[in-house]
């Protein structure tokens, strides 16, 4: 055989679904701006966002997260002022770092202590990431806003000029900062924008109440829930929101059980009403909402484990022997 035949015959081992798939990604970064920002506004055009979270397998979505987030982050090299694409690039790291990094992290055995502190780290790299491509794309839309923080007076005249459109990304960036300092509350450089995150918040939820159904009362509960009255915090603004996220859900609010559970019940040493929540969890169909069905599958994994570990967090419960 000579050298022709071998080039050819090792072609041919190519799966053709690679092939093309390999073809697609090089071209997504070979040509020009115009055809990178036609590429963007495809792939976060309507009907895009249920593509990872509309799924029930966890593990595909987890294993497919990654190579999408860095094709995302190649378009958006190409395409940097695209507003939707940074949304998206910057969500799916803050989706991938909070559901593929931080949650299972989370449930591991206290014998990995030494993997769990590294995936923690890890998934506070991952929000940071997302974070900073977020304030970017308000920068887009209002020169100076990731910088204004500082100047309240100031800050609250950008908040203003946002639209009802912006709640998603307001969102999102609040999420991604929260999530980092969650992990780090020595990090004083994050603790010194939680005043700005908490305007940014509400500013989201005057702007949307009903983004994404719940989303936002599902975000208010913890944040009001977490944090000490002097930063911010208030229980009693937290049940409200859980409230109305059941009420939004038709009590199909996996992520509000939880939150609750963990964030109300937890401090207050209420084990009665978080196994309650928790089970309320466990019963919710997953292909009730096939839009958030990854979601409730994810949030039902970490229920069944709260309550499998409930003596964790609950001291009159007995310690298993095998502990």
């Not at 769990?116 to 920068?139: F, N, P, S």
């Not at 000490?228 to 109305?244: C, D, L, Q, S, W």
């Not at 859900?249 to 939880?258: E, F």
Request: hydrophobic share 40%; charged share 25%.
């Amino acid at each position: 055989m000579n050298n022709e035949q071998r080039a050819k015959s090792k072609v041919k081992k190519i799966p053709q679904s690679l092939f093309f798939a390999l073809c697609y990604l090089l071209f997504a970064l070979c040509v020009g701006c115009s055809v990178n920002t036609l590429v963007a506004n495809a792939l976060t055009g309507d009907g895009g966002s249920t593509v990872f979270t509309g799924d029930s397998d966890p593990k595909l979505v987890g294993d497919a997260l990654p190579f999408a987030i860095k094709m995302y982050e190649a378009l958006l090299d190409s395409a940097p002022n695209h507003q939707a694409l940074r949304l998206m690039t910057g969500s799916l790291f803050v989706m991938y770092a909070n559901a593929f990094v931080q949650g299972p992290a989370e449930m591991l055995p206290s014998e990995d202590w030494r993997l769990r502190e590294g995936e923690l780290k890890r998934a506070k790299q991952l929000y940071l990431r997302g974070l900073e491509i977020l304030y970017g794309a308000l920068d887009l839309k209002i020169k100076g806003f990731s910088k204004a923080g500082s100047d309240e007076k100031n800050f609250r005249a950008m908040l203003a000029k946002l639209k009802k459109e912006d709640a998603g990304l307001l969102y999102w960036t609040v999420a991604a900062g929260m999530a980092a300092y969650s992990l780090d509350v020595f990090d004083f450089d994050l603790g010194m924008r939680l005043s700005e995150w908490g305007m940014m918040i509400r500013r989201a939820y005057e702007l949307d109440p009903d983004f994404n159904g719940a989303t936002l009362d599902e975000f208010l509960l913890l944040y009001y829930a977490s944090l000490p009255e002097v930063m911010g915090g208030n229980k009693e603004r937290a049940k409200e929101h859980y409230k109305k996220a059941l009420e939004k859900t038709g009590g199909r609010s996996t992520g509000a059980y939880l939150s609750y559970a963990q964030s109300i019940c937890v401090p207050a040493q209420d084990y009665d009403t978080y196994k309650d929540c928790l089970e309320k969890a466990l019963a919710v169909e997953p292909d009730a909402d096939v839009s958030t069905r990854l979601v409730t599958i994810i949030n039902q994994r970490k229920a069944r484990w709260l309550l499998d570990n409930a003596y964790l967090y609950f001291s009159f419960l007995p310690i298993p022997d095998d502990y």
